[in-house]
């Protein structure tokens, strides 16, 4: 565990509301049962299962989301987020999360984010970049006295999602929202939701003109068998895709010659069941095949896992040793939205010396 845990490490799909802390879950839930909001008999079920159908993750996000939808709590959820994910060593994060309208606390999807940021803001335990261009590479590499303790250093880009319940509507405003907010980070679009319920047709207008204004797209995509609409996301051709779990033979040859890269998050889809077991997931064919891949963990909260674990998940899985894990983690940066002076930065860099660099000591 302890190479996978220093090793710096790059996460691409991670959903705020699903890499909740469980102390803070529990904190947020017993506040609302203290005020009588809510009854824990109704809700200990769905908090303490561990393996849980797609259906019952879903009945879960419903509850987080009514524990954290007030600007405070998603501030705090944010910070408390990114803190994780840097102990761990990640050096780049691309976190996503669907911006809220939320009248009783007067909060609109622009509040949401600005929320989030607020929350990017507010870390002083390690380094957060999340603007664009802030810093070049000389800062970056300029080398304080290597004295007193290290700095984690974490690059944290944002992707807005649309949710499978929202109108089109609700999905442009999300898109020009995204707009508005890329001096700040906000690199992309993400289509999520519950997989079983809407159809994604919806969202194609709203998906179109982020990509006329060279937003990034990525798609949650065969996480429930859908041959039509696979076929659908994979013509048209997002940067990536999450996931990938139900595609048919003639999808899986569309997707190796396209290239697309794919968002793979191991225990999500073994504890939602989504895949039978880890000895038949498609990250062993995709790795064989040299498709570019991405280890992520979807919602580290929710199925109790971290970059770390699904790292050294894959390779216990696989047989793949130090040297693999490094390249495919290093091989990542290649599938960012980041812009590209951060990724020529990250290039640059001889991987394994990564996160020193990144690092900062503090005198
Ligand atoms: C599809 C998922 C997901 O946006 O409130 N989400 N969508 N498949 C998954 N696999 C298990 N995990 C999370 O984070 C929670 C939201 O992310 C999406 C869902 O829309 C969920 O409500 P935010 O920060």
Known sequence: MEWCLSMPKVELHAHLNGSIRDSTLLELTEGLVGKGVIDISEVEHIIKKYNRSVAEVFKLFDLIHILTTDHETVTRITREVIEDFASENVVYLELRTTPKRNDSVGMSKRSYVEAVLKGLRSITSVDVDFIPHCEDSKSLFSSVPAIGHVRKRIYVRLLLSIDRRETAEAAMETVKLALEMRPFGVVGIDLSGNPSIGDWATYLPALKFAREQRLYVTLHCGEVP????????????PQRIGHACHLEDEHWRQLKSSKIPVEICLTSNIRTLTIRSIEVHHFGDLYKAKHPLVLCTDDSGVFSTSLTEEYKFAADSFGLGRREMFE????????????????????????????????????
């Open 226 to 237: 859908n041959s039509v609409e696979i076929k659908n996301m994979l013509d048209f051709r």
């Open 328 to 363: 495919l983690s290093r091989n990542a940066i290649e599938y960012t939205f980041a812009d590209s002076k951060l990724a020529i930065l990250f290039r640059s860099v001889p991987y394994p010396r990564l996160k020193s660099v990144v690092e900062k000591k503090k005198e």
